[in-house]
């Protein structure tokens, strides 16, 4: 077997049909519904379809069907593998490539369906095999926070923003920006997801100590705008005349690194209309420039209700599986969800039949995220049996079974060594109220916290550390 190789149980039934799902195990439950499109689409019986699901999550162990761990790494050691070179890992595995073989000598095509659409993907150059995503190409140019800059800054509000060449550059013009201004800068390489390449500073020996590693880079330089609420909106780009969104939530953010969400947003109608209206006009120009598929879109809001577009993810975002969850609760039967809608935008360039928005100004069902993230490096002690029916738990909320539940999923295990940066695991909550939603993170949080040697902050709350962050002041109810 593959030397990449490091767990599997998936076994080949040829009574089935296969598609791949390449992703993180944060989405592993995205597979279900990309399964229902597929069903829907051909007039498949869901029981005959199966996904086989190609991830890099290092767990002590792993509850889940039909599952392949691409992962060098053989330790008992959690490392966050870059998104790009996992993808070159599947691209060149010998076994994957014989296992798509396998597949195609029993059906006609095989799809792949990716959370995120990455240049280093190979395998959709094999006869009969589709890949289900975004165009490669328009993806890294709109992962580039300058082009992104300069695409949408004249159709949306964004802030003012320069370029920076090199470490000596980004000094000065930073150093000039800081006088102008008298007050702080955001500044960012030209590729930054969730933060991790990004500063806001008040002082250029912050921002030399921030990116010393990266003195001939080039950098995105703005102002840094003061504001209460960061919403993030999702929707799919359909062609240029169609944009499906499919809600706002309310992002959880550190400084610049983003930790969670909370459902529905808590924006007013005239606030939440704008997001929609804004989130329409950048999915249209992404639609001209050849993007189909999901996407999202962050904002910030600040004291005065000011709106400022900050960037489109051009890929599922964090939430996805929560967006289509809440999308699955809300509309009705017969009505496509997210990947559904994908797969037309991408395979024909058009919308789905029964395509229907949910009533944005009218929902009674709320959830919340949290991604607990670790800021040092430690070893856990104990493990969090794995969870990963997520559709079932939204359900019991949506009938009125129960009134709150809230889940934790992707657990390492124990007596695991977790590396700075990397995730402990993550907590969903759902339930009726922004209160009850908050008290099933708390918990998670400290049930997490019991499973490592060395807490990062045994007082550690949500409300001390996000809500009342100085970047962010728009507290829960």
């Known amino acids: ?122 395998l959709s150059k094999k006869d009969g095999v589709i890949l289900v995503g975004p165009n490669k190409d328009i993806v890294s140019k709109l992962n580039n926070k300058i082009e992104l800059y300069k695409i949408f800054s004249p159709l949306v509000p964004m802030a003012n923003y320069d370029i920076a060449n090199g470490i000596q550059d980004l000094l000065e ?23 991790a390449n990004s500063i806001i500073a ?37 062609n240029e005349d169609d944009i499906f969104v499919a809600g706002i939530a309310d992002q959880k953010i550190y400084g610049t690194k983003f930790r969670g969400s909370t459902f529905p947003t808590k924006m007013n109608k005239e606030i939440q209309k704008e997001i929609i209206k804004q989130t329409r006009v950048v999915g249209k120009k992404m639609a001209k420039l050849g993007y189909r598929g999901i996407f999202g879109c962050d904002f910030i809001v600040t004291d005065k209700n000011e709106i400022f577009f900050i960037e489109t993810n051009p890929r599922k975002q964090g939430t996805t599986m929560e967006f289509c969850c809440t999308l699955r609760e809300l509309l009705p039967k017969n009505a496509p969800n997210l990947p559904e809608i994908e797969f037309y935008a991408v395979t024909q360039n058009k919308k789905v039949p029964n395509l229907q928005e949910p009533d944005f100004f009218n929902i009674n069902f709320f959830w919340s995220t949290y991604n607990y993230k670790i800021e040092n490096n430690l070893t856990t002690n104990g493990y969090i049996p794995q969870q990963n029916d997520e559709i079932s ?72 550390n996000c809500y009342r962050c100085k970047y962010y002041t728009n507290g829960i109810e």
Do not use: C, W
């Open 1 to 122: 077997m593959d030397n990449n190789i490091r767990f599997t149980n998936f076994n080949f039934d040829k009574e089935k049909y296969y598609f791949l799902f390449i992703s993180e195990l944060k989405a592993y439950g995205l597979g279900y519904f990309f399964k229902e499109a597929i069903s829907k689409v051909y007039g498949l019986d869901m029981n005959s379809i199966e996904f086989i699901t190609i991830a890099p999550d290092i767990f002590e162990q792993y509850n889940y069907d039909n599952l392949i761990i691409i992962n060098k790494n053989k330790n008992r050691e959690n490392k966050r593998k870059k998104h790009d070179d996992f993808i070159k890992d599947v691209s060149s595995s010998i076994y994957i490539d014989r296992l798509i073989d396998k597949l195609l000598a029993n059906q006609a095509k095989v799809f792949i369906y990716m959370f995120e659409t990455s240049p280093f993907m190979t």
């Open 173 to 195: 013009k930073s150093s000039q920006m800081l006088r102008n201004n008298n007050e702080k800068v955001f500044i960012s390489l030209e590729k930054s997801a969730a933060g």
């Open 202 to 238: 008040s002082q250029t020996q912050e921002i030399k100590e921030k990116f010393k590693q990266s003195s001939d880079d080039t950098f995105l330089i703005t102002k840094f705008i003061p504001h209460i609420s960061d919403p993030t909106s999702l929707g799919v780009v359909i």
């Open 393 to 464: 738990m939204f359900n019991r909320i949506a009938k009125n079974k129960i009134n709150k539940e809230f889940m934790i999923v992707e657990h390492i295990g124990q007596d695991f060594f977790v590396n700075k940066g990397s995730f402990l695991g993550r907590v969903i909550s759902v339930g009726k109220n922004y209160k009850d939603v908050d008290a099933g993170i708390q918990i998670g949080i400290r049930l997490l916290n019991y499973t490592i040697k060395e807490y990062v902050d045994e007082k550690f709350t949500l409300s001390d």
